[in-house]
């Protein structure tokens, strides 16, 4: 318990100083929401419509974008080699990870969404859906971003394929998240913040083992 | 089925059979296309409904060819055996090419019957999704430069996608018919009628025929090259 509490305590330190780039994915996620409007046009009745649906789009985006730093720094700098070697389970380590990187990506990013959704003029209605659906939602982001980042490990250019294999994953956090929103809007009950759910606590359950056995097999021979 | 698994017998075994395969596939592709041209058109969809015969097949046999990547992919991780993990590796080419078939053709037909060349349909967009899976794994495959660590890499993709490959289906379901819930055109009519039963079951015969001939050919390639490959090692 203390070598978990330890590991997420240093990667969530390296993610905050000076290089770690979490506030990096941060200003993506606002520049990304801010250049939408700009390429559809400042309509705001068409921009309260969408806003729960980019402000997804941009989360998955910005989740995405961050995935590098999660295993690859540590499988460079060796550091990797004796998380594995540690007593720790190596699926305990990458469950440490994932909530890293959800701590430090998914959590600042569903913090800032309601002031982009302010932006984009949501009704009052939507803003609970929104931030209910980012606090479920971005664990599975960041889970199932893991497996992809711990596949990627030792290619040279992994940040490449890295969404090819990640974003079709992702597709019902995008559907059932964006749709938790649309559905508030119309003021229609829909079922999607359960399924949402249900998607991100069987990802956080499988991802950790998925993520273990990439990373072993890139690291041994 | 693990006799067989040793690359040298598969070869042995396989060769004879490849061209009895692909005339089998020939000669049902060939019937399915004369009894498929020779049915009366569809008293709604006219002759459109002749793409039928070759769309849906398609995406049968793609869906086929993903489960059938996993399930070789799976062995090859948990039994360590080089010629699942050939098996896996030559399915996906394929599995993406009758995926971009059964697009193109669902394309061709959905011009004529709903006026556009894509429509935002449930079964539309999941195959979509379905493909980008394929060319993932594609991806990850070429990217790995040592081969077993390849084969794991993406046989651990290929079961992760395999789980949620459910989970996208029902998500992308719900979300089309969330939307506004249309599409059901394709479902129209109450029961086939037996004029077009059997065309599409003699093209979904061939096209799965199809499907094994390529693999067996391709999977007898990728073993010959990889020995082909280890005798330039060995000489040089």
């Known amino acids: ?72 720094a540590d499988y460079e700098d060796g550091s990797l080699d004796l998380i594995a070697l540690s007593p720790m389970p190596l ?8 909530a890293a990187h959800w701590l430090t990506t998914g959590l600042p990013l569903t913090l800032l969404s309601p002031v982009l959704a302010l932006m984009y003029g949501m009704p009052a209605r939507g ?37 090819l294999i990640v974003l079709p994953l992702l597709a019902p ?26 998607f991100s606590f069987a990802a956080l359950l499988l991802s950790p083992f998925a993520a273990a056995a990439a990373v072993r097999l890139n690291i041994g021979s | 089925m693990f006799a067989y698994a040793n690359p040298k017998r598969f070869l042995d075994v396989s060769g004879p059979i490849v061209p009895w395969l692909a005339t089998a596939s020939a000669v049902s592709l060939g019937v399915g296309l004369y009894l498929g041209f020779t049915a009366p058109p569809d008293y709604q969809q006219g002759d459109t409904v002749r793409i039928m015969f070759i769309h849906v ?3 049968w046999t793609a869906m086929m060819a993903y489960a059938l990547m996993a399930l070789s992919a799976a062995i090859g991780l948990i039994n360590r055996h080089p010629l699942a993990d050939v098996a896996a590796k030559t399915a996906a080419p394929l599995g993406a090419l009758f995926t971009a078939l059964a697009l193109i053709t669902g394309s061709l037909w959905g011009k004529p019957m709903w006026g556009a060349w894509w429509v935002w349909d449930a079964r539309l967009t999941s195959f979509l999704l379905l493909l980008f ?35 996208i289906e029902f998500s992308v379901e719900w979300w089309s018919t969330l939307h506004q819930g249309e599409s059901i055109l394709r479902k129209g009519g109450p029961l086939i009628a037996s004029v077009f039963l059997w065309p599409l079951a003699a093209m979904a015969l061939g096209y799965t025929l199809l499907f094994f001939t390529l693999w067996i050919v391709r ?18």
Not at chain 1, 91 to 98: D, L, P, V, W, Y
Not at chain 1, 145 to 162: D, E, K, M, N, Y
Not at chain 1, 179 to 192: M, T, Y
Not at chain 2, 134 to 150: C, H, K, S
């Open chain 1, 1 to 72: 318990m203390t070598s978990f509490v330890s590991l997420l305590s240093r990667d969530m330190r390296l993610a905050f100083r000076a290089g770690g780039g979490a506030m990096l994915a941060l200003a993506f996620f606002a520049s990304v929401a801010a250049l939408v409007p700009l390429g559809i046009g400042p309509d705001l009745r068409l921009l309260a419509r969408i806003a729960g649906g980019v402000l997804w789009i941009a989360t998955v985006l910005a989740g995405l974008l961050s995935l590098d730093r999660l295993f690859q």
């Open chain 2, 57 to 59: 097949p398609a995406a």
């Open chain 2, 219 to 236: 999977i007898r390639t990728e073993i010959l090259n990889r020995r082909l490959r280890a005798l330039q090692m060995g000489a040089a």
């Open chain 1, 173 to 198: 956090a995008v559907i059932f998240g964006a749709g938790a929103v649309i559905g508030a809007l119309d003021n229609l009950p829909n079922g999607a913040l359960p399924l949402l759910a249900a």
């Open chain 2, 133 to 167: 899976l394929y060319l993932g794994y594609i991806a990850l495959w070429n990217a790995i430069e040592d081969e077993t660590r390849a084969a794991r890499a993406t046989a651990i993709l290929a079961i992760v996608g395999a789980v949620n490959l459910p989970i």
């Open chain 1, 127 to 163: 803003f609970a859906p929104l931030i209910a659906s980012l606090l479920i939602g971005t664990p599975a982001v960041s889970a199932i971003g893991a497996v992809g980042a711990s596949l990627t490990l030792s290619i040279r250019r992994g940040g490449l394929i890295l969404p």
């Open chain 1, 91 to 98: 699926e305990a380590a990458s469950f440490a990870k994932i």
